[in-house]
């Protein structure tokens, strides 16, 4: 019993840092840039949902407040910071993403102050729990998990079985050769940053449930937690991603379990390192051949 | 006409002496008290950050690929030279060179152990690993509380990091690696990165320059480290995160991949801004990232792109450009 239940915690992490990853992948998967701002973006996404829930107290509201938000935000900071990067060497757009992320950071930091502040999840979901099959499920963990997979369906069919899906997909195969067919490449890249984005939104609002408190660095580590689940199913793969997540979620609730709580990061880089190096793509990645 | 040039020697002679004259002109500034504390300190910081970014520069200014971890080798270094230094063996100036040679060493075996798996990955991959090989010695570093003391702290460091010790390391390390990088090694490092597999084709031992640059990279940077650790008294493991390695990361970039003499001024100008800004303390990180990304929109290639500063190429181009002067003069006086 007390197995499922670390299972099903387990899970609700793992959907989180599937739902954040996925942002990290797909905008990987266009235009090859690591977004370190991303984390960032999850934290900003947290405040807005703090505000909005202490002043109007309703929890679809803050939800789509803070969704639209963190989406508003990902396509300005892709307008002013990476659009003019678009043909400059990769390590500029790196770099440029970084200090993205230093500012956003600073910023927070400026008005919310450094110290944490407490999140009032209850707002969100309230407390309880349901029984499944004699396994007491906490309403936040079911939310998470079913939100989580719902939102990843509804990602899988935008990209599978939409016109504007598949002109991502062109774009990330080749961005030449889809100009030339007539798609649209800016304004695809922007609405990638947008999907992404608003993913980290819902991943904000059930991280902030989760855990609680909320500070101007918090994206920082969870960015990094994300971004490694993205790399282990291999980055650029929609699939990828969730695999990734929810095997990174698992393994560091199944770590803590064992008693091992100050080695969960080194284990989860450890076992990132191991899969890369029998799978230098990650484990759903495409091989990329070397053309001479 | 015969172009004037300045022979190998003499330029060696003339860079000894700008050495020496900017050492003698530090000493004298260090020893005669003009400098508060807090500046003396600075001086100190630009020193090894000037050694870790010259020494990441050649992992990705020369050799081309894009490692996260830097902090971690540092890091290895710091402790290594800590602990030695805490042990008193030696007496106090054999200790200073023993314990840096130790760091430099015990970190480049680091680099060679993470090296070998890391570099069979190309690119963003490659940076990704490094990163987790960052993270996992840090964590390490939290966790081995009967060696490293873990979260609180390594203390009772001597503090050895005087002028001339980090003066001397920062020439050093430049010199080493401009060297380097002039010799037939230094080409074969250029070489991969320019095209990996036409070097490969070229019978260049890629794996072998790959590791050897990771290793004298991390050798030096495990240096950086040991400084780092003397002129802070205390080690804690936290000092070594992901940002201490974006942050050498930043003042490379910045100062333009591949140019030893943009390391050195970025990384001058990147530790004194924050302390010039210090009277605007709020918004003091705020305004830094702003120029950092407005840097990178403007000059992707950094700000001093791979221009190399060279005192006696200026000269060359000064003297011939009178001679030619004089010469053309000459001729329309005939």
């Known amino acids: 019993m007390l197995l499922v239940a670390q299972l099903i915690n387990g899970l609700q992490l793992g959907s989180i840092y599937a739902l954040i990853a996925l942002g990290y992948s797909m905008v990987y998967g266009i235009v090859k840039l690591l977004n370190f701002a991303h984390g960032d973006i999850i934290m900003v996404g947290g405040y807005i949902a703090l505000f909005s829930l202490t002043f109007g107290q309703h929890p679809l509201l803050a939800a789509a407040l803070t969704v639209a938000g963190c989406t508003v935000l990902a396509i300005v900071i892709e307008k002013l910071a990476y659009t003019p990067l678009r043909f400059a060497p990769r390590l500029s757009l790196l770099i440029t993403a970084i200090g993205v992320s230093i500012l956003l950071q600073n910023l927070a930091q400026y008005f919310f102050s450094a110290s944490g502040r407490s999140f009032p999840g209850h707002l969100m979901i309230p407390h309880g729990s349901v029984s499944l099959g004699g396994v007491m499920v906490s309403y936040t963990s079911v939310i998470t998990i079913v939100t989580s997979l719902v939102s990843m369906a509804a990602l899988t069919m935008l990209v599978k079985h939409t016109k504007l899906g598949k002109a991502m997909r062109a774009v990330s195969e080749d961005q030449d050769a889809a100009r030339l067919m007539g798609v649209n490449v800016n304004s695809v890249i922007t609405f990638t940053f947008a999907v992404g984005a608003a993913l980290a939104g819902i991943g904000a609002l059930l991280y902030s449930v989760r855990f609680p408190l909320i500070f101007p660095t918090v994206g920082a580590m969870l960015g990094l937690k994300a971004f490694v689940a993205a790399v282990f199913g291999g980055i650029g793969s929609i699939p990828g991603a969730m695999l990734g997540g929810y095997a990174i979620g698992l393994l560091e609730v199944l770590v803590t379990a064992v008693g091992l709580s100050r080695w969960v990061d080194g284990v989860v880089f450890m076992v990132l390192i191991c899969v890369l190096m029998v799978r230098p793509t990650g484990i759903m990645g495409r091989n990329m051949m070397e053309k001479v | ?334």
């Open chain 2, 1 to 334: 006409m015969k172009e004037f040039t300045i022979s190998t020697p003499a330029r060696y002679v003339m860079n000894t002496v700008l050495v020496l004259m900017f050492l003698f002109i530090g000493n004298h500034i260090t020893q005669s008290g003009i400098l508060l504390r807090s500046q003396y300190a600075l001086l100190i910081q630009i020193g090894f950050f000037i050694i870790l970014a010259v020494s990441l520069n050649l992992v990705t200014g020369y050799l081309g690929q894009l490692p996260l971890g830097h902090a971690g080798f540092m890091a290895v270094g710091a402790y290594a030279g800590a602990l030695f230094w805490r042990a008193h063996l030696l007496p106090p100036t054999l200790s200073i060179i023993v314990g840096l040679i130790v760091a430099g060493v015990v970190a480049a075996i680091f680099g060679v152990l993470i090296g070998v798996p890391a570099l069979r990955l190309r690119g963003d991959y490659l940076a990704i690993i490094t990163l987790g090989f960052g993270e996992i010695i840090r964590v390490m570093l939290t966790n081995l509380d009967s060696i490293t003391y873990g979260a609180r702290g390594l203390l009772n460091i001597p503090r050895y990091s005087s002028f001339l010790i980090v003066y001397a390391c920062v020439v050093i390390t430049c010199t080493v690696i401009h060297m380097l990088m002039k010799s037939r090694h230094g080409r074969a490092i250029l070489s991969i990165r320019e095209n990996e597999i036409a070097a490969e084709s070229c019978g260049i031992k890629t794996t072998y320059y790959k590791v050897l640059a990771f290793a004298v990279s991390a050798f030096f940077a495990g240096v950086a480290g040991a400084l780092f650790a003397g002129n802070q008294g205390l080690l804690v493991p936290s000092d070594f995160d992901f940002m201490t390695s974006i942050n050498i990361l930043m003042i490379v970039v910045l100062g333009g991949l591949g140019s030893m003499f943009g390391s050195v001024v970025a990384a001058a100008v990147l530790t004194f801004l924050p302390f010039m800004l210090q009277p605007l303390a709020d918004y003091r990180m705020i305004i830094y990232s702003l120029m950092l990304i407005i840097v990178m929109i403007f000059k992707p290639s950094g700000l001093l792109g791979s221009y190399e500063f060279s005192l006696s190429r200026i000269i060359e181009k000064v003297v011939n450009k009178a001679l030619s002067l004089r010469g053309g003069a000459a001729k329309g006086g005939r």
